[in-house]
């Protein structure tokens, strides 16, 4: 599973969304006719989105690396303890999909990327985002410049 590029969607007269067949692809067969969306953990204004079976597969390496093997037992019997799987959890919501990828944008999810001129969808290898477009173009003009930084340092470190 890989999701690529970035992709402008506008919703429909009725406010769904296009989940584009090259997003859709990267779902595994068995898996197609949902998906899971969540708020970005520690960027504002960002929604991620994952498989289901990806999805699950993130917050067991969550709680594993959060609070070690047995770290999930103590998260289960103790109400005090913090789980950073289920702080992800709590917010996520199973997006069903129509046979042609739409489907309906949950309300929070719209207002967190005020939607008015579409959402960018971005690939990011085993999740995508979904972006307000004007956001995404910041961040990506942002992104380049540290692009050409790290790839500066590249060549540096090849010449010693």
């Given amino acids: 599973m890989a999701f690529r590029s970035e992709i402008l969607i506008k919703l429909d007269r009725k406010g769904r969304v ?5 997003f859709r692809d990267e779902l595994p067969a068995d898996d197609r006719g949902a998906f899971v969306l969540y708020h970005s953990p520690n960027v504002p204004g960002i929604v991620n989105g994952n498989s289901r079976l990806g999805f699950d597969a993130m917050l ?13 037992l103590k998260a289960a019997l103790d109400d005090e303890a913090f789980d950073p799987a289920g702080y992800l959890s709590a917010s996520a919501r199973t997006i069903a999909m129509e046979p042609d990828g739409r489907f309906s944008l949950p309300v929070e999810f719209a207002q967190t990327l005020e939607v008015d001129e579409g959402v960018m969808l971005v690939g990011k290898g085993d999740k995508f985002q979904m972006w307000n477009p004007k956001r995404w173009q910041a961040r990506r003009d942002s992104d380049r410049a540290k692009m050409a930084t790290f790839v500066r340092g590249l060549s540096d470190r090849s010449d010693a």
């Fill in 60 to 72: 067991e390496r969550l709680r594993v690396e959060a609070l070690g093997p047995k770290g999930s």
């Fill in 18 to 22: 296009l989940l584009p067949a090259a």
